[in-house]
């Protein structure tokens, strides 16, 4: 069985917030292509431990292109649980993202995005 929660690292090369943008879209329009639920976006919460500029641009980005109603939801990586709504839906449409070391793990360098 194919993988239906691809990993999209966009902190990789250290992109500006508008390359990560797009980096982004053409993560989510592969994705639709491939016929693939959900990502897990690795954005990385910055090298100084207060948070870098990439987590909350992308974040921002998401609401909007969940406000336009081009994704279902995003979940931020601390409410990434069995326990948060938008993820109880994304581990009964994707049962292997259970195995997802991230989940209930407060980790503030990723975010879940569900299609």
């Known amino acids: 069985m194919a993988k ?3 990993t999209v690292n966009l902190e990789q090369g250290m992109p500006d917030r508008v390359e990560a ?10 994705a639709r ?11 990385g919460y910055g090298s100084t431990g207060v948070g870098g500029i990439l ?8 609401r909007k292109r969940k406000d336009k109603g081009e994704i ?7 409410s990434w649980s069995q326990f948060e709504t938008y993820s109880k839906e994304l581990l009964r449409r994707v049962p ?4 997802d070391p991230d989940l209930g793990r407060n980790n503030r360098g990723i975010t879940l995005v569900l299609l």
């Open 4 to 6: 239906q929660l691809r």
């Open 21 to 30: 943008c797009k980096h982004l879209d053409q993560a989510i329009l592969q």
């Open 33 to 43: 292509k491939d016929n693939i639920p959900a990502l897990k976006i690795i954005h």
């Open 55 to 62: 987590r909350p641009v992308l974040r921002n980005h998401l």
């Open 72 to 78: 279902r939801a995003f979940i931020s990586g601390e």
């Open 96 to 99: 292997e993202s259970l195995l």
